[in-house]
């Protein structure tokens, strides 16, 4: 069974900067693996995924200020959150893609206020 794991959220104020980790256990190499988020009442919407080594792709409304990297050998993906806005306030969720299936982690709430 894949398990995935999120870390590192939290309370930050605008214009502060958050790393979130993420990490699926098991004995497997995933090619891709990603980041949606969810704010109140709204849907969930992609923030970035990475394909491979280094085949990033990330949402219009993070682009320049989200970075989002990959640990192989521990099958890991982070995203460094720079310039953080208010309106990045929501619960961010990895996934990973193995075999065709997609697998999530439980969630980790980021909060962007003063």
């Known amino acids: 069974q894949v398990r995935v794991v999120e870390s590192g959220g939290g309370l930050v104020q605008p214009g502060g900067s958050l790393r979130l980790s993420c990490t699926a256990s098991?004995?497997?190499?995933?090619?891709?693996m990603g980041w949606y988020r969810q704010a109140p009442g709204k849907q969930r919407d992609m923030v970035a995924f990475?394909?491979?080594?280094?085949?990033?792709n990330y949402a219009d409304s993070v682009l320049g200020r989200f970075t989002i990297s990959r640990d192989n050998a521990k099958n890991t993906v982070f995203l460094q959150m720079n310039s953080l806005k208010p309106e990045d306030t929501a619960v961010y969720y990895c996934?990973?893609?193995?075999?065709?299936?997609?697998?999530w982690g439980q969630g980790t709430q980021v909060t962007v206020s003063s």
């Open positions: 996934y990973v893609v193995l075999r065709g299936a997609r697998y």
């Open positions: 990475i394909i491979g080594a280094d085949n990033r």
């Open positions: 098991g004995s497997f190499f995933t090619v891709t």
